[in-house]
């Protein structure tokens, strides 16, 4: 197939699986992100793979891109971000506490964990069963009275059972979830910010 043929199909599958994520995921998830922002609650972010990157682009475009000014701001901590402290905490406590971990010491009720992942904890490789740290962690954060949104695709997997929010890319294509993972968390800063504005 020729780049452009192949082109035309991988962005008209794109199109497709745009039209079926839900809408109202996407509100709740907003919701409760605006609800963090009212009460000064802090938010933290996590991901593995390349959706520890859009772990990292979220922070920023939450800590930033949400900025208005004279009014207060976003409290926002990446938990992907801190390489010496993750190798250490991986090399002690193990991957599968990497985000709890980190979260032991910081969160509080009303607090927001958002996770990223593909496969939302379903399926595995070499190492076990995928994104068990950042159910975990979500599992942690129920039980401190803190809200979970989380960020997946495929069938949104157990962190769809997890989160208080999960919005689901429906595409069994890691490329075409880690795509419109990015593009959400872009739609929902913006959304964010507009409503900080008229707040």
């Not at 907003?30 to 972010?45: M, P, R, S, T």
Request: glycine letters at 10%; proline letters at 3%.
């Amino acid at each position: 197939m020729k780049g452009k043929e192949y082109a035309e199909k991988y962005l008209s599958e794109m199109k497709g699986v745009l039209d079926r994520i839900s809408r109202d995921d996407i509100e709740r998830a907003v919701d409760i992100l605006f609800e963090a922002w009212k009460n000064d609650k802090q938010v933290f972010a996590m991901g593995n793979g390349g959706s520890a990157s859009t772990a990292t682009h979220f922070v920023c475009d939450l800590a930033k891109g949400t900025i208005v000014p004279g009014k207060k701001r976003f409290r926002v901590i990446g938990l992907t971000d801190n390489v010496p402290l993750m190798s250490a905490l991986t090399n002690d406590a193990g991957w599968e506490n990497l985000y709890t971990e980190q979260l032991e010491n910081l969160l509080n009720p009303g607090d927001v964990v958002v996770g990223f992942s593909v496969h939302g904890g379903a399926g595995k490789d070499r190492a076990g069963a995928w994104s068990q740290n950042l159910l975990k962690a979500m599992k942690l954060a129920k039980d401190r009275g803190a809200k979970t949104i989380g960020f997946s695709g495929y069938d949104g997997g157990p962190m769809k059972q997890v989160a208080d929010a999960c919005v689901v890319v429906p595409a069994n294509s890691t490329p075409h979830v880690e795509s419109l993972h990015l593009a959400l968390e872009h739609l929902v800063c913006n959304c964010l910010k507009e409503m900080i504005q008229n707040g």
